[in-house]
């Protein structure tokens, strides 16, 4: 399956790099389109020539399939990255919660029959074992966790092919994404994580937007029916702190540099990919190779 690299990255990341000149395809143009609403052209030092070059480069990229990577974000760390292309229509007809609103039902899922042990969902002695990257934060994480993650845990972690296994990567999108891992971790104490991890991409609104405070917190671990005086007592203690860290030692050594990422009995997959192509590595992997 061919797996677009000229990935839509978050347009901040895209302003804040060191040297936008690295920017390569679809997000140059994105970066040219946003800074030309804001600043006025340098006629002298932007010759048609180059803007033609530019496009032309872009236009090659999507035509291409996006063959070279996307960017070397050497002081980013972790790069959120899809499969593909999203769109602004396409983001403008996901299913979202309205921001400041009630803590939204979590939708029905198949985990409360499985074995849960903290982060981790299946049969300890799986043949497969997939360990998810990811941010809370994260949009495509969000998508993932909509339109895959289900299939997977009906298919393969149900019937005790696959042990799967989520960690964090730390405060990678702000302060809000270290707060949501840490209060998730919390809630696996009480046998709740994947319930409390439904919850928080259930009603997710943005990036830092307050979804992800102490009080919406307390509300969502409310919401799962947990103990508030020991999820308070573990949260306020920073419990976690330690396992977040080692989350991010793990990302690191483990070669991960995108959200959502993958390890499939080792095989890296990045970016939230289609049910089809984690059937396949798991397929694979159930088949030794």
Known sequence: MRVFLCAELDLNVIKHLAIPGQLTGYNRLR???ETRMTEEPDVTHRPSARKWIVLGIGGACALLGCAGLVVALAMAGFTPISSR???PAEKANSTMPARNSPVAAVPATPIAALEQSTNSLGDPNAPVRIIEYADFQCPYCREFWQETEPQIIATYVKTGKVLYEYRSVGAF???ESAAAAQ??????DQARFWQYHDTLFTNWTGENVGDFSNDKLDGYARSVGL???AFDACLSAGKY????DLDVARAKA???HATPSFLINGTLLEGAQPFEAFRHAIDAAL???
């Not at 702190?241 to 977040?244: N, Q, S």
């Open 241 to 244: 702190t330690d396992r977040i």
């Open 227 to 229: 103990d508030m005086a």
């Open 287 to 289: 088949q030794g190779q």
């Open 85 to 87: 292309i999203v769109r």
């Open 173 to 175: 999108l702000g302060p």
């Open 254 to 256: 483990d070669g991960i």
């Open 31 to 33: 970066y040219l389109e």
């Open 183 to 188: 209060a998730a971790y919390c809630a696996g």
